[in-house]
Nanobody
Framework: VPLQACGGGLVQVGDSLRLSCAGSGRAFNNYAAAWFRQAPGKEREFLAG????????YYKDSVKGRFTISRDNAKNTVYLQMNSLKSEDTAVYSC?????????????????WGQGTLVTVSS
């Protein structure tokens, strides 16, 4: 289930950005997927997850209401819509997919990772 993440870039505080994560293979749609990020000098943190073959989602409290994860099974793609971006959202964002339908918040539970895409929020 190789993953390809894209959509990062330089934006200003308050802007919106949508990240995409394209997977390959029909199995991708059956697995839970998630977005993580890692800011400079900080550990990687879970942001949002979506269950396999379903619409159940789960968010880190700090992004709830601003970020929305979704998936388009016809395109084998998972998205992260980010609104009202803050300077502290600056990080490398990575998508991940597991081998279970269930969402996990721990990165070691995910087997497949995209290469990461940099989001820089400028004030």
């Amino acid at each position: 289930v190789p993953l390809q993440a894209c959509g990062g870039g330089l934006v200003q505080v308050g802007d919106s950005l949508r990240l995409s994560c394209a997977g390959s293979g029909r199995a991708f749609n059956n697995y839970a997927a998630a977005w993580f990020r890692q800011a400079p000098g900080k550990e990687r943190e879970f942001l949002a997850g979506i269950a396999g073959a379903g619409s159940t989602t789960y968010y880190k409290d700090s992004v709830k209401g601003r970020f929305t994860i979704s998936r388009d099974n016809a395109k084998n793609t998972v998205y992260l819509q980010m609104n009202s971006l803050k300077s502290e959202d600056t990080a490398v964002y990575s998508c991940a997919a597991g081998t279970s339908r269930d969402i996990a918040v721990v990165d070691r539970m995910y087997t497949y990772w995209g290469q990461g895409t940099l989001v820089t929020v400028s004030s």
